[in-house]
């Protein structure tokens, strides 16, 4: 299997939650020749309203300290006024063993971008251990973000990257 995905299978499932957000999963998958279903990954998610700063990092830290540090870290930038609509965040990104590569990944957010922009959500956070360490050691894999449309958010006090996409 190569790393782009032809033929694919997004499956969502999004939930309205007490505190006034979505959560949810995104997975994908495809078919293989003997027409078994192969998962390639599955994407915890949560969707905001950016009505409120202070609520909108309220009802993050009422979900993990991962998520509120994705928001925390994009609410700090300069492009945090001018942002409005709804905010995407990507918890987890977790492949499988066949599937986990840099490009597998790359392929995985493609589809999850051309999917939450069907839904009018054009600004999105991840955090992911596995590709912030990639980007501390490697500037080749910040460049395959930036190609997506995405900004990499060094946070000094734990040497750790946001990546987050815009638009406004």
Do not use: Q
Not at 102 to 112: H, M, N, P, V
């Amino acid at each position: 299997m190569g790393e782009t995905f032809d033929l694919m299978e997004i499956k969502s499932y999004l939930s309205v939650e007490e505190m006034n957000y979505l959560g949810g999963s995104v997975s994908i998958s495809y078919y293989n020749d003997k027409d078994e279903e192969v998962k390639i990954g599955n994407s915890i998610i949560y969707i905001f309203e950016l009505d409120d700063w202070i609520r909108v990092l309220d009802r993050a830290d009422s979900i993990s300290g991962d998520v509120f540090y994705v928001i925390e870290s994009l609410y700090r930038t300069l492009e945090a006024e001018n942002m409005y609509g709804r905010l995407m965040i990507i918890d987890e990104m977790i492949m499988s063993k066949k599937s986990d590569s840099l490009g597998a990944r790359i392929s995985f957010l493609e589809k999850i971008i051309e999917y939450v922009n069907l839904l009018g959500i054009e600004n999105i956070g991840f955090m992911n251990e596995a590709i912030c360490k990639e980007l501390s050691n490697n500037g080749e894999y910040i460049n395959n973000f930036i190609g997506l449309g995405f900004r990499p958010i060094l946070m000094k006090e734990s040497n750790h990257y946001t990546l987050v996409k815009i638009s406004y």
